[in-house]
């Protein structure tokens, strides 16, 4: 690799709950550089979210983030010759980041409605641990389990 790393900004809280992570959640919906709609799809996300559950839209956020972030996933590594699936643990930065990737792929997957209220129902049904994105996070899990033996080969 050339050259130094490319130093991580710190990201401002976002304008209405004050939460980074929604900041980061809200830069992950953005496509094109269109912010606006991005905000807009979250903040009207979390109004469906309360009028819904009867509960902040924030509080459902964070522990649909909680329950979807993997613990544990597998890389793959080549080894005389083969290419192994090695389990390794999952840093908390990335765990943020896959948990957002699979959320906005559910979401994304459903046809029918506005993104919005894709992204409230994902959210729910992460917060209660259904829906595609435990799935997804279940299968990652399963793969981890299947490939144990390997665990010796991590560094």
């Known amino acids: 690799m050339r050259g130094k790393q490319a130093p991580k900004r710190d990201l401002r809280p976002d304008d ?14 953005m496509k094109d ?3 606006t709609i991005a905000e807009k ?12 559950t009867k509960k902040e839209g924030i509080e459902i956020f964070d522990g649909a983030m909680k329950n979807i972030s993997p613990q544990i996933e597998v890389r793959s590594k080549r080894i005389g010759g083969g290419n192994y699936q090695v389990p390794v ?13 699979w959320l906005l792929v559910a979401a994304r997957a459903k046809k029918g409605k506005d993104m919005a209220e894709r992204l409230a129902f ?19 899990y399963k793969m981890a389990q299947a490939n144990r033996a390997f665990a010796h080969f991590v560094r």
């Open 16 to 29: 209405k709950f004050g939460n980074t992570s929604v900041t980061r959640f809200i830069n992950y919906i």
């Open 33 to 35: 550089g269109k912010r």
């Open 41 to 52: 799809i979250v903040y009207e996300c979390f109004d469906i979210i309360k009028e819904t």
């Open 89 to 101: 643990e999952v840093r908390s930065g990335r765990r943020e980041s896959l948990a957002f990737r």
């Open 122 to 140: 994902e959210l729910i049904e992460a917060f209660n641990n259904r829906g595609d994105a435990i799935k997804k996070k279940e299968d990652v």
